[in-house]
């Protein structure tokens, strides 16, 4: 770890004495390690869970060195009580880590009185090493209160860049993609400066980019000062860039800069031709104290003294942690997080533990939930056993607790929910749900932050996942998508987490009012078309005795048309003034008066003659049987006669279309359309001048001005194959048809029966067919367009 990044080198030149040219080495050798037990009371904690020490408590302290050790280390301990004041000589204790005894090779010392700081050495065994170095801590005590801050609070600084880079590690390989998602909050976690750009590379960069610079990632704890600002003004920017941070009572310098810039000038001012001091970091788990070295140790005079900084001798500054939690919290849901913000150190060390969170429940009992802090969450992860939870519906304050050392701390509150079986209601009176529009509804129940799912079903539509927002601590807002559905019955369905049957409202969304403008109805007639808005509302329509009901809704520029049949009842006379009752879908009635109109035409086909078409050069004729059957190479007239109450104009006019009443052509005077008299008139239909893909069956209908009679059927148009050539050889039981579009023939056979007949695969694409062996000379074509027809093909 580099610890003065070349940035914030410049930074410091402007606050402090130049460095040297050269960057400090980083502390990544690793040194001993030590073993430190803390008793307070009755009560005994390893060094790891001890943010600071207090007068009285007793502590166990060891070198944890190998068995092979080589070198003789003397183990010091120096207790210290400010820089004007030196300690007195009990204050400084020697063991020698090589004796056999426990009592010769470890320390057992009590924290006297009036004491502020603590500092380890461990000093390589020379003769007059005790009196040189008991000298020099209380010849110059400050130096030692100023290295022993400064080191303490740069192993807490590392503690957390340790975290931020394990995390980080630990993802590069598994699930590089997730950096984006888990740095930034990592990063708030433990006050890290993050860089945004790392996040915009490529996945395989980004770890190593994250974890660049390392020594510019740590930040100052949101408790800390900053040094730079309280002197300069600086932004906060360049307090943060600094790294200026005060941890429980330390010093205000960034132990990066200091370590650089302070402890060399320290220890060098009082560095002997015996001893040459080395500073370390203390990396604290349980009861051992790993030390990290930034350079090697010497055994050669001048021999390297290592200065371990011990936990400050103060009141312990529990943390003031503050809930980030944006509403209540769902602790059913697996993984589930209580944000937490304001100390990185609860992520880090093990200073905070048995962490639980408190509920008091209805009935006064208090059940507590076992948490984990979680850097990578952003706060204190629930745990996933049920049992403690099994007992507990609906919403409760919780309050978050710990121990910080050896006190109670206490930790923020917050509203936290468990799913119940009381179901959800609407939140106030009932709503009146529009179809057509979306529609924003609230919802009333016990534990909105444990929804999981919001459904709405309707009977004309498929269920919809709906998004929403916990509104409170008792609500959730969500919108009805209800644009494209029918008006009518509903259900929305929210779903808890962790439970199989969901809570269902059944609703009821109803269509804006309907607007009629006209009913059309003419005399004789069983059907009628209404004309308005929103006329997907109707139920049915009363004429006189005829009930109508809905049968075809179409869209005309700015106006519905909704045609309405009649089941039963009398048709209507023409000249008869009414007044229509419309019957809405949802209960309502409508009122609308109109005049029943002339007798619409009425018309019937009395003849047809269909003339083949001529024959193709190179296919074989084909001769359709009867007269429904009009193929596309042939021509068709026909003659059409109307009711006695209708009279035919000159101007008349005959629409042709296919079944389904699309791409209808118009036939007149003027293209083939002739009247015999008053009553009868003959068209002549060409197929030719039909729409392209027209086929199938035809129907006619007679326009008269703005009235037209009904549909009635005319002839089926059919396609025709083309067969070139049918191969029938001696004996064999069947034969050969070479030709194109062979598609349009459905099935073969030897007789008009189609016995045994042989059918052609939709879609066929090919240019032979089998067909049976012909009994007259004759095979029968039924036609793919025409099913009810034949068409036979000679084959002598």
Not at 421 to 433: M, N
Not at 755 to 777: C, D, E, F, I, M
């Amino acid at each position: 770890m580099t610890i003065v990044h070349s940035g914030i080198a410049c930074l410091v030149l402007g606050l402090a004495a130049p460095l040297s040219a050269a960057d400090p080495a980083p502390f990544e050798l690793t040194g001993p390690s030590l073993r430190i037990n803390v008793t307070r009371g009755e009560r005994s904690l390893p060094i790891g869970q001890v943010p600071s020490l207090s007068e009285g408590d007793r502590l166990s302290i060891r070198a944890d060195l190998p068995e092979d050790q080589g070198a003789r280390f003397i183990l010091v301990s120096a207790f210290l009580r400010g820089a004007t004041n030196p300690p007195p000589k009990d204050w400084i204790a020697f063991a020698e880590t090589w004796k056999k005894k426990a009592q010769d090779r470890e320390l057992t010392l009590t924290v006297p009185k009036g004491a502020r700081q603590m500092v380890l050495f461990l000093v390589p065994d020379t003769g007059g090493a005790e009196g040189t170095l008991r000298d020099a801590v209380r010849g110059k005590p400050g130096e030692f209160v100023r290295a022993t801050q400064d080191l303490n609070q740069a192993s807490l600084d590392r503690s957390r860049l340790d975290s931020f880079m394990g995390a980080i590690q630990a993802q590069e390989n598994t699930h590089p993609e997730y950096l984006r998602t888990l740095a930034p909050v990592l990063a708030r976690s433990l006050s890290m400066k993050l860089n945004e750009d790392c996040l915009s590379k490529v996945i395989e960069m980004q770890a190593a980019c994250l974890l660049d610079n390392r020594d510019s990632l740590v930040l100052a704890d949101v408790h800390s000062s900053s040094m730079a600002e309280t002197l300069t003004g600086a932004p906060t920017d360049l307090a943060l860039q600094l790294s200026a941070t005060r941890e429980a009572g330390y010093g205000y310098y960034s132990p990066y800069i200091g370590v650089a810039r302070d402890i060399a000038r320290i220890f060098g001012a009082f560095s002997n031709p015996e001893f040459d001091y080395l500073p370390t970091l203390s990396v604290r788990r349980n009861d051992a104290i790993s030390l990290l070295l930034n350079a090697a140790p010497s055994f050669q005079k001048p021999k390297s003294v290592m200065v371990v900084a011990m936990p400050a001798i103060e009141a312990d500054s529990p943390p003031r942690l503050r809930s980030g939690a944006q509403g209540p919290v769902c602790a059913a849901r697996p993984g589930a997080i209580l944000p937490v913000e304001g100390a990185p150190l609860i992520y880090s060390t093990d200073y905070a533990r048995d962490v639980k969170l408190a509920l008091k429940t209805p009935s006064g009992d208090v059940k507590e939930l076992p948490v984990t802090a979680r850097a990578d969450r952003g706060g204190y992860r629930l745990s996933d056993d049920s049992a403690p939870q099994a007992a507990l519906s609906g919403s409760f304050r919780g309050h978050l607790y710990g121990q910080w050392g050896f006190d109670r701390f206490e930790g923020p509150d917050f509203t936290v929910q468990f799913p119940d079986t009381k179901g959800w209601t609407v939140d106030g009176e009932a709503p009146t749900l529009v179809a057509g529009r979306d529609n924003r509804l609230t919802l009333k129940g016990s534990a909105p932050a444990c929804v999981e799912s919001v459904t709405i079903r309707t009977p004309d539509g498929p269920s919809q996942s709906l998004g929403w927002k916990v509104k409170d601590a008792n609500a959730i807002a969500l919108t009805l998508p209800l644009a494209e559905r029918r008006a009518g019955p509903l259900q929305v369905e929210v779903k808890y987490v962790g439970m199989s049957d969901p809570s269902v409202l059944s609703l009821k969304s109803y269509a804006e009012a309907s607007r009629l403008d006209s009913l059309v109805i003419h005399a004789g007639d069983r059907y009628a078309t209404l004309v308005g808005q929103r006329l997907d509302q109707v139920e049915s329509v009363t004429a006189g005795d005829l009930v109508l009901r809905p049968d075809d809704l179409t869209r005309a520029g700015q106006s519905d048309r909704l045609v309405v049949k009649a089941g039963e009842g009398h048709p209507l006379q023409a000249g008869y003034a009414l007044t229509a009752h419309v019957a809405l879908r949802d209960g309502r009635k409508l009122d609308l008066s109109t005049k029943v109109a002339p007798a619409r035409p009425d018309i019937r086909l009395i003849d047809r003659t269909i003339t083949p078409g001529p024959a193709r050069a190179g296919s074989m004729p084909l001769t359709i049987l009867g007269d429904a059957v009009l193929p596309d190479d042939g021509q068709m007239t026909f003659s059409i006669a109307v009711g006695e109450q209708t009279r035919l104009a000159p101007d008349d006019v005959l629409e042709i279309a296919s079944q389904d009443g699309g791409n209808a052509i118009r036939l007149t005077a003027e293209n083939g359309l002739q009247l015999e008299g008053a009553h009868i008139l003959v068209a002549r239909l060409d197929p030719h001048a039909l729409p392209p893909g027209m086929f199938g069956p035809l129907q006619v209908r007679l326009r008269q001005d703005a009235q037209a009679s009904d549909w009635q059927p005319l002839a089926t148009l059919a396609r025709m194959p083309r067969i070139e050539a049918i191969d029938c050889e001696d004996g064999a039981a069947e034969c050969t048809i070479r030709g194109r579009d062979l598609f349009l023939i459905d099935a073969i056979a030897s007789g008009p029966a189609l016995a045994n007949a042989v059918t052609v695969a939709h879609g066929y694409t090919g240019s032979v067919v089998k067909a049976p062996r012909p009994q007259a000379g004759k095979l029968y074509l039924r036609l793919r367009d025409a099913p009810e027809g034949l068409a036979v093909v000679p084959t002598a």
